[in-house]
C-alpha cells in the first residue's frame, strides 16, 4: 500500500453564466494556448444551440448528454504470470465524465468544414439523441469490457 497521502484534488471553476462546474471543466477542456474567452464563446453558442434543437433548458440538455456519453465499464491492461490480459473495470463518475468530455470534444474537433461551435453543438445533439461517433465510442467500450468478462477475476 502507498505510504504517499491521496490528492484532495483542486477547487472546481464554477462557469459565469450558469455557475456549474461541469460546464466550467467542459471549457477548460475545450480551451487552446490560454484563450479562455474564445473557449467559453465556443460553448456557450454550442450550449445555447443545443437548447434550441432539443426544445429543453441548457443544463438539463447538457447533464443528459454527458450522462448518455459516459461509459460505466472499461478495460484495463493486467499483466498476471507473463501474460497481459484486458480485465473490465467499473468506470467512476469522474472518471466516466472526463471520458465523455474528451470523446465530444476528440470528435467534434475530427470533424472538417463548418465553425468548431456549430460542430460541438451538432455532436452534442447526436450524443442527446442517443446516435453519432461519441456513442459509437461509448458502445466500443462496453463491447470490449463484454468481450473479457471472463478475465474478471484478475480484477483484485
Same mark, same amino acid.
Given at each position: &500500500?502507498?505510504? =504517499?497521502? !491521496?490528492?484532495? @484534488?483542486?477547487?472546481?471553476?464554477?462557469? $459565469?453564466?450558469?455557475?456549474?462546474?461541469?460546464? #466550467?471543466?467542459?471549457?477548460?477542456?475545450?480551451?487552446?494556448?490560454?484563450?479562455?474567452?474564445?473557449?467559453?464563446?465556443?460553448?456557450?453558442?454550442?450550449?445555447?444551440?443545443?437548447?434550441?434543437?432539443?426544445?429543453?433548458?441548457?443544463?438539463?440538455?447538457?447533464?443528459?448528454?454527458?450522462?448518455?456519453?459516459?461509459?460505466? &465499464?472499461?478495460? =484495463?491492461? !493486467?499483466?498476471? @504470470?507473463?501474460?497481459?490480459?484486458?480485465? $473490465?473495470?467499473?468506470?467512476?463518475?469522474?472518471? #466516466?465524465?472526463?471520458?465523455?468530455?474528451?470523446?465530444?470534444?476528440?470528435?467534434?474537433?475530427?470533424?472538417?468544414?463548418?465553425?468548431?461551435?456549430?460542430?460541438?453543438?451538432?455532436?452534442?445533439?447526436?450524443?442527446?439523441?442517443?446516435?453519432?461517433?461519441?456513442?459509437?465510442?461509448?458502445?466500443?467500450?462496453?463491447?470490449?469490457?463484454?468481450?473479457?468478462?471472463?478475465?474478471?477475476?484478475?480484477?483484485?
Amino acid at each position: &500500500m502507498s505510504r =504517499k497521502r !491521496r490528492h484532495a @484534488g483542486r477547487r472546481v471553476v464554477l462557469d $459565469p453564466i450558469y455557475g456549474n462546474h461541469k460546464i #466550467g471543466k467542459f471549457i477548460n477542456k475545450v480551451m487552446i494556448d490560454g484563450k479562455k474567452q474564445i473557449a467559453q464563446r465556443i460553448v456557450y453558442d454550442a450550449l445555447t444551440r443545443l437548447s434550441e434543437m432539443v426544445n429543453e433548458p441548457v443544463l438539463d440538455a447538457f447533464e443528459k448528454v454527458l450522462k448518455q456519453a459516459a461509459p460505466l &465499464m472499461e478495460v =484495463k491492461s !493486467r499483466r498476471v @504470470g507473463g501474460s497481459t490480459y484486458q480485465v $473490465p473495470v467499473d468506470v467512476s463518475p469522474d472518471r #466516466g465524465y472526463s471520458l465523455a468530455v474528451r470523446w465530444l470534444i476528440n470528435n467534434s474537433r475530427a470533424k472538417t468544414g463548418k465553425p468548431f461551435y456549430i460542430r460541438l453543438s451538432e455532436e452534442l445533439v447526436d450524443t442527446y439523441n442517443k446516435v453519432g461517433s461519441t456513442i459509437k465510442k461509448r458502445e466500443e467500450a462496453h463491447k470490449m469490457a463484454e468481450a473479457n468478462k471472463a478475465f474478471s477475476h484478475f480484477r483484485w
